[in-house]
């Protein structure tokens, strides 16, 4: 058997411990970036008679709410 002391024991458990947040850590920052959104602001279309804010399948500056189906302009702030 290994002789090893307390703190060896702790330490060993601490960085141990560590080590398994790191990767926890690392998992959820990869899980974060692969689901996260990347919406422009100019391609975001606002509806005036629902109110349904939506982003367009094609890019374009005329198309209809997918909620009411009015004609949405998007407009250039």
Do not use: G
């Not at 060993?12 to 990767?23: H, M, Q």
């Not at 689901?35 to 939506?54: A, T, V, Y």
């Amino acid at each position: 058997m290994i002789p090893i002391t307390y703190s060896e024991a702790l330490a060993l458990l601490f960085v141990a411990w560590l080590i398994y947040f790191a990767i926890l850590w690392w998992r959820e920052s990869a899980r974060l970036k692969r689901n996260e959104w990347n919406l422009i602001h100019s391609q975001l279309f606002h509806c005036d008679q629902c109110h349904h804010s939506f982003v367009p399948n094609e890019p374009m500056n005329l198309t209809r709410c997918p909620r009411c189906n009015a004609i949405c302009i998007r407009r250039s702030r």
